[in-house]
């Protein structure tokens, strides 16, 4: 009621239906997806082994790192900067998809280039190879922020809960058809290329796309987009680099067997850390307006946010430490027990997930990204450092400890260096110790 009610304030009524059927369908999609991805990778895991699982989630980890980069930040440019200038969609768009284009091909040879001259074992490189591909599908993946931009989010989200449950079953025949981890990389890459394609059909379906094929001035948002990019795809990377480094690092440390140890613990508190991100997209995004025009009842939004992150977190973490065993046994099997004491030690970095995907939108919304990247710069090099001094002696366990750690300190990190963060700070603490009015 509190969201309805802010919301009519800001926009006509018949306009804040349609929000929030959009809003119910993302973070329906986004829950969806997530459940399936927990429940199926669990199979897929018990299907490939510690190893399999292993060279699955190490393949992913490097194309995270990659994706940014080949984005350059323009799949979240162009939502802005179509939703203010709707008549210059065309030559915005176009210079888009040139741009990404290039970079997608870049980012595949790249990967490419890693993976044979990296020192992999036959399987990896081939692996790597295979998930290179998923690069070239870049210049589809900006109609997505197309249709964001016309608030057609609901329309894709329905499209890729639909494509979530085939993929889901094309996973599961390959389990029972015994497949070998090559054949999951290709169903991540396929699922990408597929939703990206469809993203592009609705924008033709919905006419979104009219004059995005004239010359316009297109050349010259080129120069723009890139420098307004800039500073989201630093962040975007740095965050990928910083999600996935641990899960590198055992691989080049511990070996790969202790890679799908660590990866079993880490999927399941990655369920969790899903969260926040999904309130904060979803709902979060219509309340940018009361900035400027509201600030008191903005502020007030951000600490009930604050205050639900924070303590809900918090039982979600008790909960999680003392069902681990159950959790790992049920989903992964005794092969992945050891992963228990990972996921135990994993889940504490969810408040600090929580706080951090709250203080990020806010960032982005004052016009502050380089303090995200700030932030995801500190955890980065804290969890690098850790993560050297951990897993020699703890393994897939000091991992989990070095990105609890790197992460609690991001999120402080903004906070306490710049006094331009001071009022945020307050606000959030405010929320934490439930002071919200």
């Not at 660590?262 to 926040?276: R, V």
Request: charged fraction near 15%; aromatic fraction near 12%.
């Amino acid at each position: 009621m509190m969201l309805k009610t802010t919301l009519e304030k800001l926009f006509p009524k018949s306009r804040v239906t349609s929000l929030l059927g959009d809003s119910a369908w993302q973070f329906g999609e986004m829950g969806i997806r997530m459940l399936l991805n927990l429940v199926v990778g669990a199979l897929v895991a018990r299907h490939l082994s510690t190893t399999g699982f292993g060279i699955l989630s190490y393949v992913a980890a490097i194309v995270t790192f990659v994706f940014p980069l080949v984005k350059l930040g323009l799949d979240a440019v162009i939502v802005r900067e179509i939703s203010v200038s709707p008549e210059q969609s065309g030559p915005i768009l176009k210079a888009a998809t040139r741009i990404t284009t290039l970079s997608g091909i870049v980012g595949a040879l790249g990967i490419l280039v890693f993976a044979y001259f990296g020192g992999h074992e036959r399987d990896i490189s081939v692996a790597l190879a295979v998930g290179s591909i998923a690069c070239l599908a870049n210049p589809l993946g900006m109609y997505y922020g197309v249709l964001k931009a016309n608030f057609y989010s609901g329309k894709i989200a329905r499209f890729r809960i639909v494509l979530a449950f085939v993929f889901a079953a094309v996973r599961l025949a390959f389990v029972f058809g015994g497949a070998g981890p090559m054949a999951f990389v290709a169903c991540v890459v396929a699922e990408e290329m597929i939703s990206n394609l469809i993203c592009y059909i609705l924008c033709k379906r919905y006419s979104l796309l009219s004059g995005s094929h004239e010359d316009g001035d297109w050349k010259h948002r080129v120069k723009p987009l890139l420098v307004a990019g800039f500073p989201l795809m630093l962040s975007f990377v740095l965050i990928g680099i910083y999600s996935r480094l641990d899960v590198v690092m055992l691989e080049h440390m511990k070996g790969i067997r202790e890679t799908g140890i660590y990866s079993a613990g880490f999927k399941i508190s990655e369920l969790w850390n899903c969260i926040p991100g999904i309130f904060v997209g979803t709902f979060l995004p219509h309340f940018a307006k009361l900035r400027v025009s509201e600030p008191e009842i903005f502020l007030r939004t951000i600490r009930r946010f604050a205050a639900g992150f924070f303590w809900g977190s918090l039982c979600i973490v008790v909960f999680t430490i003392l069902a681990s065993s159950l959790l790992v046994k049920i989903l992964f099997g005794p092969d992945y027990l050891e992963a228990v004491p990972v996921l135990r030690i994993h889940v504490l970095c969810f408040p600090g997930v929580c706080l951090g995907g709250l203080l990020g939108y806010w960032y982005i919304l004052e016009d502050k990204s380089s303090l995200l990247a700030f932030a995801s710069a500190i955890g980065l090099l804290i969890n690098a450092i850790i993560n050297y001094f951990l897993i020699p002696h703890y393994g897939a366990s000091g991992a989990a400890a070095a990105t609890a750690i790197s992460y609690s300190l991001s999120v402080c990190a903004p906070l306490v260096c710049f006094p331009t963060t001071r009022k945020m700070a307050i606000t959030v603490f405010q929320g934490i110790i439930l002071q919200i009015r």
